[in-house]
């Protein structure tokens, strides 16, 4: 059974840069149509999708996002990342690892606050 774990800080100050690791056990993220994605929900928003990094290492953001985001993946881990630049209050949000159609993480709840 695939389970996911987001871990990093809950709290990051405007204008830093917010990092998080999603550490994947039960399976491998190099294995065939594994679809690797951070997602996000700000309070009384919908889901947002970040960006995703496929079992082949090819990443895809977000239009809306892409400027501000970096995913890479650490395959001797079995870990994929999320860094998102120049944040702002508005990026607080509980941030979710996922495989897509597949199993999800509980979810960490970040702030963005001076």
């Known amino acids: 059974q695939v389970q996911l774990q987001e871990s990093g800080p809950g709290l990051v100050k405007p204008s830093q840069t917010l990092s998080l690791t999603c550490t994947v056990s039960?399976?491998?993220?190099?294995?065939?149509?594994?679809?690797c994605a951070w997602i996000r929900q700000p309070p009384g928003k919908g889901l947002d999708w970040m960006g995703t990094?496929?079992?082949?290492?090819?990443?895809y953001y977000s239009p809306s996002l892409e400027s501000r985001t970096s995913i890479s993946r650490d395959t001797s881990k079995n870990q994929f990342t999320l860094q998102l630049n120049s944040v702002t209050p508005e990026d607080s949000a509980v941030y979710y690892c996922?495989?897509?159609?597949?199993?999800w993480g509980k979810g960490t709840q970040v702030t963005v606050s001076s």
């Open positions: 996922a495989l897509l159609g597949g199993a």
């Open positions: 990094v496929t079992y082949a290492g090819k990443i």
């Open positions: 039960g399976g491998s993220i190099t294995t065939n149509d594994y679809y």
